[in-house]
């Protein structure tokens, strides 16, 4: 049981003056499954980018099966026997199942004889690992979960022993994450061995035999899981003791601020996204909408703030019509008290080539008190900006560094700071955590509740439920563009589960 | 982990790589010149003694770089909004039309200094209002502005033609051009600004255009980096999402953006026909448009940049028709190959050596600092 699969003795990558990995030694045992955990930034994905032959490693040796290897690039992970199903899927839309896992090993110039030897093979691996999916659907046409297997697939297919899985579940319900761990267990008595990339300690405790974390390029441990705890293992990732619970006190539901009747929105596909869609928010509380991503939220999050047109429906806000199907315009929505921290920080809520300064005005170009005429007044916005960046503990503290040069928290921060700063009335908050280091989470999710407390409406959009059960007073949990419930914070995490999957519970309020 | 490579300090970004192009440039060129049967040697001292060697040269070079100034501003200013204008040759021969009819209309009538800010205006109207087609069409109907500007280009050729063998020539006249402008319609050349440092100029013709250009680099420059405006569109450029969610209208920024630069090529103009000619000629253009990409990507769309650039590019037309007249087996032809080659590697290859260098920097940085806190580039 103990002969180990792969062996990394002393890795070590530099990017220019980020040292990402830092002299790193581990071994995996085969047949086991492995994880890998740490914060964003902690070095995981450059690891295993190493292991799969998209960057080169400064020094160090990789052994599979106690031989040297090199992997130059991703053919010759594959010949050695490495499969990788990345977080982000590499398939093509519009082929089937069976041309995306053939892709590359067609084998001959005429398809028919690659098409049979698929066929059967997905037929023997169906049978060896329960992975059931049909060879001739369109690969657009299926779930998030089915197209993760078809990941799957296609690694098996070119003889993986080893699969990396770099977070996994990120795009999946609850249980579409554990049929998944059903499939990784299988997979694992089978004799396969699996190497699990997440952030998510949970996931660790559930399916690992081994976890190793990393924090700021380093391997600071590697443990049996069975031995760990969530907390020890928090605590080894972030360096120090954190709070996983946020503390706060009794919501003070005020007046509502902000209602949406029967909204519906279509996506870029001209799609119906957001179907007849209701609800409303008060002062003083926070509304989290929990939901896999890709269920109409951006495309909700983005009617109500003028930026997508909706097809139907009424937004009012304090009181007043927002004209969500005509001419709502975002910048004037903010000078209403609207505030609205976006789901995609480095495409829409912050211009990454930009200076930190000028980011700080991003959507308040127009506000009187940063212009001097037609011209910027540069020396305003600074200024209003180096007291954001004391108020928010932005590091480093520079107004004129590049925003692509702040870590993901602290541009987080700068966006915080911009919206918040405004004392808007009401707050529109999506994925605030995504790619944000455990530091910064508390310091932002303190943020949200002191809005809150400070009698503003909430809205919080997020994928991580955990995020949304504790810092939510109410719930809604949306499904295929419609809100399919609603449930109290104190709701069991199958429940909400359950409802993010559409099952849908009768008793569900109204 | 977005950060394979080192940020490059800003002496190597705008001074290390476009000399590095440029050298490169010139090696290849050399080759061309030694394979002709001449020294590559020879022919590099005869071009820079061509171009700044005498009062006439420096005149003839910075007369051409005026041209290059206005064209590289119009494209620099569509490029920070994220916008390809390959129509800068169509703009600034429309703005050809702008200037010859003021010049035509009043040269006789007012002093230059008063026809000069009417024919500025007519030249900026009308290269803006012909490149605000494609930029209506791009903003909305997703026309895609690289092929409508390039068809706008052919379009202006086609109207001038059809203008200057018919309306606009004389009748008595067999030349495709208008007629000559009266004084007004003629700007004072610059030769007293070369006599101060004791220069030459003679016929080179060298003309308040020039100060003009200068004066439109500043103005860019304004624009872009110190108003709201010039905000507006490098929050457009750099991401048109981030731009919706700023509640700046998309549209309505590319329309404008647009039309300044089309306003600025058409300001192009005003140096050959009322600086130089003092009529308007078939071709008058003659590729400064296509010149102004090459200038606007060496300069890194920045008016300093694009200033020098300018004047490289000047230099390259001056020297190298004094090189196409000292060598005979260079011929014209031969210029317009090296011309090439150097837009080639400053314009088309501007990012060829660029992984290289960083990858240098990169080394030399990490061999001597520990890792930065900052700049963890996120993986996703």
New interface residues.
């Given amino acids: 049981m103990a002969e180990t699969a792969i062996e990394l003795v002393g890795i070590d990558k ?7 990995n830092r002299d790193i030694h581990l071994r995996i045992d085969r047949g086991t499954i492995h994880g890998i955990i740490g914060e ?2 902690a ?1 995981k ?2 690891l295993m ?1 190493i292991l799969y032959g998209f ?1 080169q490693a400064d020094r160090g040796e990789i052994l599979v099966n106690g031989k040297k290897v090199s992997i130059a690039d991703p053919n010759a992970a594959i010949a050695a026997g490495i499969g990788m199903v990345h ?2 899927f590499m398939l093509v839309e519009n082929f089937t199942v069976l041309e995306n896992i053939m892709l590359g090993v067609e084998g001959a110039p005429l398809l028919s004889r690659g098409i049979a030897k698929v066929r059967a093979e997905l037929k023997r691996l169906e049978e060896d690992y329960e992975l059931d999916v049909d060879p001739d659907a369109l690969i657009e046409d299926l779930p998030i979960g089915l197209q993760q297997r078809v990941e799957i697939l296609k690694a098996l297919y070119r003889g993986a022993d080893i699969l990396i899985l770099d977070e996994p579940t990120g795009v999946l319900t609850p249980p579409e994450a554990d049929h998944l761990f059903r499939i990784l267990k299988q997979l694992k008595e089978q004799g396969k061995t699996i190497v699990l990339i997440t952030h998510k300690l949970r996931e660790i405790k559930a399916v690992t035999d081994n976890v190793s974390v990393m924090r700021q ?1 380093e391997i600071v441990a590697t443990l049996k899981t069975a031995d760990a705890s969530v907390e020890e293992l928090a605590e080894l990732m972030v360096g120090r003791h954190v709070l996983l619970r946020v503390n706060k006190g009794e919501a003070k539901p005020g007046d509502v601020e902000l209602a949406v009747e029967h909204l519906s929105v279509r996506d870029n596909r001209n799609c119906l996204a957001v179907d007849n869609v209701s609800f409303n928010v008060r002062a003083g509380e926070i509304v989290g909408i929990a939901g896999v991503a890709g269920n109409g939220q951006s495309e909700l999050i983005e009617a109500i ?3 997508r047109r909706a097809v139907s429906g009424k937004v009012t806000l304090d009181g007043q019509p927002v004209d969500v199907t005509g001419k709502a ?6 000078r209403r008290g609207l505030a ?1 921290v ?1 789901e ?1 920080r480095h ?8 200076e930190e300064s ?1 980011n700080s ?3 308040y ?2 506000d009187k008190h940063y ?1 001097k005429g ?3 007044d ?1 020396e305003a916005i600074r200024t209003d900006a180096q007291k954001k960046i004391g108020q928010y503990d932005i ?2 503290a520079d107004t004129r560094l590049k925003t ?5 928290g ?1 541009q987080q921060k700068i966006v915080l700071a911009r919206e918040i700063e405004r004392d808007p009335s009401v707050l529109i908050v999506a994925q605030p955590t995504r ?1 944000v280091d455990v530091g910064a989470i508390e310091f932002i999710h303190r943020r949200i509740i002191e809005m809150r407390d400070a009698g503003k409406a909430v809205l919080l959009v997020s994928v991580e439920l955990d995020e949304i059960r504790s810092l939510s007073d109410r719930i809604l949990v949306m499904f295929a563009g419609r809100i399919v419930g609603e449930c109290g914070p104190e709701a069991g995490e199958g429940e909400i589960g359950l409802l993010m999957a559409g099952v849908e519970k009768k008793a569900a309020a109204e | 982990m977005s950060q394979p490579f080192a940020k490059l300090p800003a002496w190597a970004d705008y001074g290390l790589i476009p000399l590095v192009n440029l050298a490169v440039a010139f090696l290849v060129a050399g080759l061309v010149v030694l394979l002709v049967g001449e020294n590559p040697l020879q022919a590099a001292a005869l071009m820079i003694k061509g171009a700044f060697g005498s009062g006439e040269g420096i005149g003839y070079t910075l007369y051409y770089a005026t041209n290059f100034i206005f064209t590289g501003l119009c494209v620099a200013v569509a490029f920070h909004c994220g916008l390809f204008n390959i129509g800068g040759e169509g703009q600034a021969y429309l703005g050809g039309l702008g200037v010859s009819l003021v010049c035509l209309s009043l040269g006789n009538v007012l002093p230059w200094w008063l026809t000069f800010p009417l024919a500025i205006l007519g030249a900026a109207l009308a290269g803006a209002l012909w490149a605000l087609i494609p930029a209506w069409l791009q903003a909305r109907r997703g026309s895609h502005i690289v092929i409508t500007t390039i068809m706008f280009n052919f379009i202006a050729a086609s109207l001038m033609v059809y203008l200057l063998v018919g309306a606009l020539k004389p009748a008595t006249s067999q030349a495709p051009e208008t007629a000559g402008f009266g004084l007004g319609g003629q700007l004072p050349q610059l030769g007293w600004l070369l006599q101060l440092f004791g220069l030459q100029v003679r016929s080179a013709p060298l003309n308040v255009s020039f100060l003009l250009a200068l004066a439109s680099a500043f103005l860019v420059w304004v624009l872009i980096w110190r108003t709201k405006l010039g905000y507006e569109i490098r929050t457009m450029g750099f991401s048109p999402r981030a731009a919706d969610y700023a509640g700046i209208s998309q549209t309505k920024i590319i329309v404008i953006t647009m039309m300044i630069s089309g306003a600025l090529a058409g300001m192009m103009a005003l140096n050959p026909i009322m600086g130089a000619q003092h009529r308007m000629q078939l071709d008058f253009v003659s590729g400064a448009g296509f010149v102004g990409i090459a200038v606007a990507l060496m300069g890194r769309s920045h008016p300093v940049g694009i200033v020098l650039a300018a004047i490289l590019f000047g230099m390259l037309y001056q020297g190298g028709a004094e090189i196409a007249f000292d060598m005979p087996n260079i011929s014209r032809d031969m210029i317009v190959i090296i011309q090439g080659l150097v837009i080639l590697f400053a314009g088309a290859l501007e990012h060829m050596f660029r992984p290289a260098i960083q990858r240098l920097f990169g080394r030399i940085a990490g061999s001597d600092l520990r890792a930065a806190p900052i700049a963890t580039g996120e993986s996703h």
């Fill in positions: 530099r990017f220019g003056l980020v040292h990402a964003n930034g070095g994905s450059t980018s960057y977080q982000h390029g703030t003028g930026i315009n975002p910048a004037e929505l903010r609205h976006p995609d495409h829409m809520g912050l211009v990454l080539a930009f000028e005005i991003l959507g170009q127009d212009l037609p011209f910027l540069i590091r480093p692509a040069n702040f870590s993901g602290n790619g």
